[in-house]
Antibody, heavy 117, light 112 residues
Framework: EVQLVESGGGLVQPGGSLRLSCAAS????????MTWVRQAPGKGLEWVAN????????RYVDSVKGRFTISRDNAKNSLYLQMNSLRAEDTAVYYC??????????WGQGTLVTVSS | DVVMTQSPLSLPVTLGQPASISCRSS???????????LNWFQQRPGQSPRRLIY???NRDSGVPDRFSGSGSGTDFTLKISRVEAEDVGVYYC?????????FGQGTKVEIK
């Protein structure tokens, strides 16, 4: 059974940093593109960043460029999102997702990031 | 970016009755390989999204056959033949043809 388990969310002040992690089981992470998708409270879904199998290609939504860094450790079967210079508008549940067949087919349970003073 | 427009945004339904959600894209979703990468997700209250349908009409494993997807080009539909209580939640269409992949605004299905 495929499982994606996110961790690292929490309450942080504006301008602060957080590092999210996603631990995968039941799949070999190195085989897939992976993506972080977020959902602001009561809002819809937005992709944030994704990374190719070997980390050689990375893409970010414009609103997080220069502030967020996606990375992966295939040996640990894990995905990460380093978030710096956090803003109130970054408040959301962040989901780790697998990319397959041009879709996000597996999702974790999400981790909540709240940016507030 | 491709804009995905869902309607209605709110859908009150009587148990046992059918429901239909429309999703329209601002560009054709036919990919260069001939496939149409239009997907549907269900998000029950307090849960993460779950994919129901991929490539327009293919149901994921474990998805009840009361869910069906149809459409082509820029117009797509998700139908629930007989709504059950467990179907309450928000439904999103999502296109995977053009980067960045984009979602519709969501349609909230509730029981009357």
């Amino acid at each position: 059974e495929v499982q994606l388990v996110e961790s690292g969310g929490g309450l942080v002040q504006p301008g602060g940093s957080l590092r999210l992690s996603c631990a995968a089981s039941g799949l070999t992470l190195s085989t897939y593109w992976m993506t972080w998708v977020r959902q602001a409270p009561g809002k819809g879904l937005e992709w944030v960043a994704n990374i190719k199998q070997d980390g050689s290609e990375i893409r970010y939504v414009d609103s997080v460029k220069g502030r967020f860094t996606i990375s992966r450790d295939n040996a640990k079967n894990s995905l990460y999102l380093q978030m710096n210079s956090l803003r109130a508008e970054d408040t959301a549940v962040y989901y780790c997702t697998r990319n397959y067949g041009r879709c996000f087919d597996y999702w974790g349970q999400g981790t909540l990031v709240t940016v507030s003073s | 970016d491709v804009v995905m427009t869902q309607s209605p945004l709110s859908l009150p339904v009587t148990l046992g009755q059918p429901a239909s959600i429309s999703c329209r894209s601002s560009q054709s979703l036919v990919y260069s390989d001939g496939n149409t990468y239009l997907n549907w997700f269900q998000q029950r209250p307090g849960q993460s999204p779950r994919r129901l349908i991929y490539k327009v009409s293919n149901r994921d494993s474990g998805v009840p056959d009361r869910f069906s997807g149809s459409g082509s080009g820029t117009d797509f539909t998700l139908k629930i033949s007989r709504v059950e209580a467990e179907d309450v939640g928000v439904y999103y269409c999502m296109q995977g043809t053009h980067w960045p992949w984009t979602f519709g605004q969501g349609t909230k299905v509730e029981i009357k």
